[in-house]
C-alpha cells in the first residue's frame, strides 16, 4: 500500500515491454527523487499487449488512479508528478483531469486519441522523444508543449546509431531535461528534510 505523506511524489508508469527499472524511468525517478519526490512504480498486472487499443486508457487508468488517489487524498503539497514511458501515455487523461504535471518519454503521439488528452493538459508537460520513432512527431510535439526534448536518430527506446556510447549520451541529455525542467518549471523550491 502506497504512504501518503507530505512531501513529493512521483508516480513512474511503465511502457508495454519496458518497466520502471529500465534506464530512462530509473533515471528519470532517480531525478525526481533528489529533488524530494518518492517514488511510485506502477506494474502491470497481465500482458498489455493483449489489450484491445480502445480499452488501454481504462486499463492503464485501473492501474495509475488507485496510487493517485492514495497520494492525493487530504495530502496538502504539491501535486504529484508522474513519468510515463510509451503506453504510459495513455495515463494523459489522468492528468489533464488532475492538473498533474507530467514528463512522457516517447509519447505516442502519433496515436490520435493520446495526443488529443496530451492536447487537454493544463499542467507543465515535458515531452521527450526521437526522430527515428515512428510513435514521435516533432512538430505537434512542439505545438503540445514548450518543454520538448527531441533528439535526433534516436528511436523508440532513444538508442541512436552506432557504438552504445552515443546512446548512453542521449539517456545523460534526457535526465538533464528532466532535471532541469523540474527545477526550473515544476519544483523551483527545494523540498527541505523531515517537510
Request: hydrophobic share 45%; glycine share 10%.
Amino acid at each position: 500500500m502506497t504512504e501518503s505523506t507530505n512531501q513529493r511524489n512521483a508516480v513512474i508508469v511503465p511502457g508495454g515491454g519496458y518497466g520502471p527499472q529500465a534506464p530512462l524511468l530509473m533515471y528519470a525517478a532517480d531525478a525526481a527523487e533528489a529533488r524530494g519526490a518518492r517514488p511510485h512504480p506502477i506494474s502491470w498486472t497481465g500482458n498489455p499487449r493483449e489489450v484491445p487499443p480502445e480499452e488501454l486508457f481504462d486499463w492503464v487508468a485501473a492501474h495509475v488512479t488507485p496510487v493517485l488517489d492514495e497520494l492525493t487524498a487530504g495530502t496538502p503539497g504539491d501535486p504529484p508528478l508522474l513519468i510515463g514511458k510509451s503506453l504510459g501515455t495513455h495515463a494523459a487523461p489522468l492528468a489533464a483531469d488532475r492538473g498533474l504535471p507530467a514528463v512522457w518519454l516517447t509519447p505516442l503521439l502519433t496515436v490520435e486519441p493520446v495526443a488529443a488528452q496530451l492536447r487537454r493538459a493544463t499542467a507543465p508537460t515535458l515531452l521527450i522523444g526521437g526522430t527515428a520513432d515512428p510513435a514521435w512527431d516533432g512538430a505537434l510535439a512542439r505545438q503540445l508543449s514548450p518543454y520538448v526534448l527531441e533528439v535526433p536518430d534516436a528511436d523508440h527506446g532513444m538508442y541512436v546509431p552506432g557504438p552504445l556510447a552515443g546512446s548512453a549520451e542521449v539517456l545523460g541529455r534526457v535526465v538533464t531535461a528532466i532535471e532541469e525542467w523540474l527545477d526550473n518549471v515544476v519544483w523551483r523550491t527545494p523540498v527541505v528534510a523531515g517537510n
